[in-house]
DNA sequence: GCTCCTTTACCGACCAGTCGGTACAATTGT
DNA sequence: ACAATTGTACCGACTGGTCGGTAAAGGAGC
């Protein structure tokens, strides 16, 4: 792929980052970019080519070094949520805690009103939460080899949602650290995942019941 | 208050609740409105002006109907938290799920760059917190009284931060359910928060000791 | 001479916001 | 009592400016 592209999407993947998609303006991105109009429409055919190439360019990034270099480690599962938790914080330490994540911002602002971009962010938080998912089961195994090999009772269903669920925990805590521009709110929620996670693997191992929703429906 | 500006105030509520702040014309209000420019710049001094308002709008509803009739009610702690999360799925029931959160929308679109934004949206969240944080005191103490009387082991900033993250994990529920489009996101997420607070209630009330941030900073 | 890459000039649509003017009720002067 | 004045609610054409996107032509390398 040209330079000339990829320096584009960086430099747009930054700004929207920064302002979100629609309040980023082609000028912006020019002007940052030191090109004229003509240039990026050789590359993209549109903004939303554009916005679809920095998701898939940020995806690839994650995908690389979170979720492959981090979650498939040859660690023990234990060691990989933590590692991918520090991984999180570290990153966002580096970066200022405004801006939140890319992925986070993007889905919340355009899932109304673009379906293949909806789609697209889908697929990231699902391919995160798959991974995530895939941890559990293997700290569910290696407590199970232990102890009893009743595997059985644990419901995947279950653990899928719940691995859902630390994507959302998680990009709650990038939507309050934005706003409260403070890295701290971040810190305090993978406490809360590691200290939810062990909790829940607790129960499994103790009671073997399911968590699902104690509450009425 | 005159009704017009009420009547503009909870259209443009409803629009930005659907598109976002900025892709939210002063035309598509007028138009739905059945209004000219005219009234509405009699009504408001800027498009900011009628976001200030209408953040406030939304808020005063929040608070009324969340924070004071379900939060304050005079049930137990237990039962008002699982009526909160009863109250919020059924909201969001009756409403698309495609819609989100509208606090958590304005907070990750406006938080970047707009200050008064920022504060305006950061006080709903620690008015959320604050109730909640209220609410984990009363189920501390009342736990302390069938046992023991020794509260000081409980740091009170821990509480605070650990309520903190029931809103932003309710936020993350709120950004998958819109992406995702689908209320069950929410539902579980209710579901963990209900068994985090148990575990976590369980973990204070046996051990004493903290959660915090097992792993390293 | 042909194909990329790149520039510049330009388009219509739309944006938030302004402005001159209208309709009508309330207030005031006599 | 009635006319003159003032104030409030409202309209829609218009402003300057920005948006995403297009078209045509210059220049570089093969």
Redesign the pocket.
């Known amino acids: 792929m040209?330079t000339?592209r990829r320096e584009i999407i960086k430099i747009s993947s930054l700004l929207m980052s920064d302002k979100g998609y629609?309040d980023?303006?082609?000028?912006?991105i020019l002007e940052q970019a030191?090109?004229?109009?003509?240039?990026?429409?050789?590359?993209f055919?549109?903004?939303?080519?554009l916005g679809s190439a920095v998701i898939d360019d940020c995806f690839d990034f994650f995908n690389k070094k979170l979720l492959e270099e981090v979650l498939d480690s040859p660690k023990d599962p234990e060691s990989r949520l933590e590692d991918m938790l520090d991984w999180i914080v570290a990153f966002h330490r580096r970066r200022t805690p405004g801006r939140g994540c890319f992925f986070g911002n993007m889905a919340l602002e355009l899932s109304a009103h673009d379906e293949l971009f909806r789609v697209r962010l889908k697929n990231v938080f699902e391919s995160w939460a798959g991974k995530i998912e895939k941890l559990l089961h293997e700290m569910a195994a290696s407590a199970d080899a232990g102890q009893r090999a009743d595997v059985s009772r644990r419901d995947p269903d279950e653990v899928k949602k719940f691995s859902r669920n630390i994507v959302a925990m998680l990009e709650g805590g990038f939507l309050l650290m934005k706003n409260y521009q403070d890295l701290e709110i971040l810190e305090e929620m993978t406490g809360t995942i590691l200290f939810l996670v062990n909790a829940y693997k607790r129960k499994n191992d103790i009671t073997g019941e399911k968590h699902g929703t104690p509450h009425s429906n």
Request: proline residues 0%.
């Open positions: 040209s000339k629609i980023t303006s082609l000028n912006d030191g090109i004229g109009k003509g240039q990026f429409y050789h590359y055919s549109s903004k939303h080519d």
